[in-house]
């Protein structure tokens, strides 16, 4: 199955490894295969308009390209939206939920806020009005914390507390969402270095159960590399060496050692999770224009 197929792309990845330009590089590609797609942010952040260079944040869509919107969620959105569509007394949801109080209450139960907010994406691909679903494929910008995949585990947890109601139901539909291999996919970013990938590692092996919908790896930022192993550079290597030029070859020892690791960084990877990487170029500069090359990059990961 084409990772593009699925209904929703979880793009995590521990935090500043570029899992933000790594859903957007993916819903640009996607969209280049005719999908309709929407980058959902999570927590009321709203790095993806200040990519695309639109004004700011929105809970409503915004079109960031041909064929791609954005969304950035928050909890206390998704509630007021959950609480006017399902519990219909849109005048008490304002009272109730519009107030302090309520900002109290959704951070004193745990997980609640993940769910308002999944629930929010959930129904855009399950509920939508009209004949058509408004998306093909939701890309989530979805935080990785300590214990990996905890959009799931809150659903999870919060079925566990609730028994009836439509609370509950929700995390029974979200539950079934995320952990289906079919709708669900999830893809983990990582920088080309030694550490980030024994994170990536973690992560991994924290998904547990859900290790099934492991889709795809990107590699973010990923160097060419510096100089040909062939000749002439060997050669004029020693040509450098020998003569008054030992900081240059200092400084392409170093770009190339730089890469080396890289390398092997990323084939540990590999073999350790069985997955090919998707490797998306480090550029100078992120911006709606460079994203389009990241975007054919990670076009790669439309193959199964
Ligand atoms: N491929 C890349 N080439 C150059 N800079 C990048 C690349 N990917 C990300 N960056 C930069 O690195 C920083 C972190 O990227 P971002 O996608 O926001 O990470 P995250 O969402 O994981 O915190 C940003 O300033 C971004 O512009
Ligand atoms: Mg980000």
């Not at 939701?138 to 439509?166: C, F, K, N, Q, W």
Request: one cysteine or more.
């Amino acid at each position: 199955m084409s990772l593009f197929d699925h209904q929703l792309i979880a793009v995590t990845g521990k935090g500043g490894v570029g899992r933000t330009t790594a859903a957007c590089s993916i819903a640009l590609a996607a969209a280049a295969q005719g999908k309709r797609v929407c980058i959902a942010e999570l927590a009321g952040l709203a790095r993806v308009p200040e990519v695309f260079g639109l004004p700011g944040r929105s809970y409503a869509p915004q079109r960031c390209a041909p064929g791609v919107d954005t969304m950035s969620l928050s909890a206390l959105d998704c509630l007021d939206d959950f609480g006017r569509k399902r519990l219909k007394i849109q005048a008490l949801v304002r009272l109730v939920f519009h107030n302090r109080l309520t900002a109290a209450f959704l951070d004193a139960i745990p997980g609640l806020q993940d769910m308002q907010q999944l629930g929010k994406i959930r129904h855009l691909i399950e509920e939508y009005e009209g004949d058509e679903p408004p998306y093909d494929l939701i890309v989530l910008d979805a935080p990785a914390t300590g214990h990996g995949l905890t959009l799931l585990d809150s659903a999870r947890s919060l079925g566990e507390m609730t028994r009836v109601g439509p609370f509950y139901e929700e995390t029974q539909h979200i539950v079934r969402l995320l952990s289906d291999p079919d709708r669900t996919a999830i893809v983990v970013v990582t920088l080309g270095e030694e550490l980030p990938v024994n994170e990536s590692l973690e992560l991994i092996s924290s998904l547990g159960e859900d290790r099934a919908q492991l889709a795809a790896i990107v590699a973010n930022q990923v160097r060419s590399q510096p100089l040909p192993d062939a000749p002439p550079w060997p050669k004029l290597r020693d040509a450098l060496a020998a003569s008054d030029q030992t900081d240059l070859v200092s400084l392409a020892d170093a770009a190339q050692s730089t890469w080396t690791s890289q390398e092997r960084a990323l084939a540990r990877l590999r073999t350790t999770i069985g997955l090919p990487i998707a490797r998306l170029p480090r550029l100078p500069v992120v911006d709606a224009e460079s994203l389009l090359i990241l975007a054919e990059a990670a076009e790669q990961l439309e193959e199964p």
